[in-house]
């Protein structure tokens, strides 16, 4: 299995409050992956990398903000968590783009009250 | 509009019986994967297709890459509980993001 862990697994939180979800890696890929996961949509690209300091916007980012300052950890941040980011966010890894494999995390369960 | 559309939504069959599930879409691909998603995990590649009307086997799993490049199906023999699970199809857009399908709830009872 890929090293990737994500931190917290589960957390329940607040509306208004910031929240900040970590991956980290030990497998040194260079491209790194945040998602989420809602019934009726599938998973959805937030945020991805593509290197130290390099970060680009996914499908989803409104509400969500990153940060990469070392290869093996990447933030996702929720400034002020709304009821509608309640969901499953998941972590990914790749060693290179296109059809290259990419490894999941297992998952942080988020619940904004 | 959602890229990537997979039917059906949910399957319940009996373990020893067949079943196909399709991703199909509009737009043409250079490639396609295949994931399976167990509860409480994230998802893991099954294979990966780039030619159009290839074939890839993984035990008894047979998955088939249209001829056009626009659609996939996941055709499983003999299903048994293991294979319970959510299947994903996906796509690389621009570069490196992946975009999902809704995906395909598979139930296997024994």
């Known amino acids: 299995d890929a090293g990737i862990t994500q931190s917290p697994r589960h957390k329940v939180t607040e509306t208004g409050t910031p929240v900040t979800l970590r991956c980290h890696q030990t497998?040194?890929?260079?491209?790194m992956y945040w998602y989420r996961q809602d019934p009726g949509h599938g998973l959805r690209l937030i945020h991805y990398?593509?290197?130290?300091?390099?970060?680009d916007k996914g499908e989803v980012s409104d509400g969500y903000s990153v940060s990469r300052s070392k290869t093996e950890d990447f933030l996702l941040t929720l400034e002020s968590a709304t009821s509608s980011q309640t969901s499953v966010y998941f972590c990914?890894?790749?060693?290179?783009?296109?059809?290259?494999?990419?490894?999941f995390g297992p998952g942080t369960r988020l619940t904004v009250l | 509009t959602q890229l990537l559309e997979q039917s059906p939504q949910f399957l319940s069959i009996q373990e020893g019986e067949n079943l196909t599930v399709y991703c199909n879409s509009s737009?043409?691909?250079?490639?396609l994967q295949w994931y399976r998603q167990e509860p409480g995990e994230g998802p893991v590649l099954l294979v990966t297709?780039?030619?159009?009307?290839e074939v890839k086997k993984l035990k008894r799993l047979t998955f088939q890459f249209g001829d056009a490049r626009k659609d996939s199906s996941l055709h499983i023999t003999a299903a048994q509980p293991g294979d319970t699970g959510l299947y994903l199809c996906?796509?690389?857009?621009?570069?490196?993001?992946?975009?999902f399908g809704k995906g395909t709830t598979l139930s296997v009872s024994s």
């Open positions: 990914a890894i790749s060693e290179a783009e296109g059809t290259d494999t990419q490894y």
């Open positions: 737009s043409v691909f250079s490639s």
């Open positions: 297709v780039v030619t159009g009307g």
């Open positions: 990398s593509y290197g130290v300091k390099d970060t």
């Open positions: 497998e040194n890929h260079r491209y």
């Open positions: 996906a796509v690389i857009k621009a570069g490196t993001a992946l975009i």
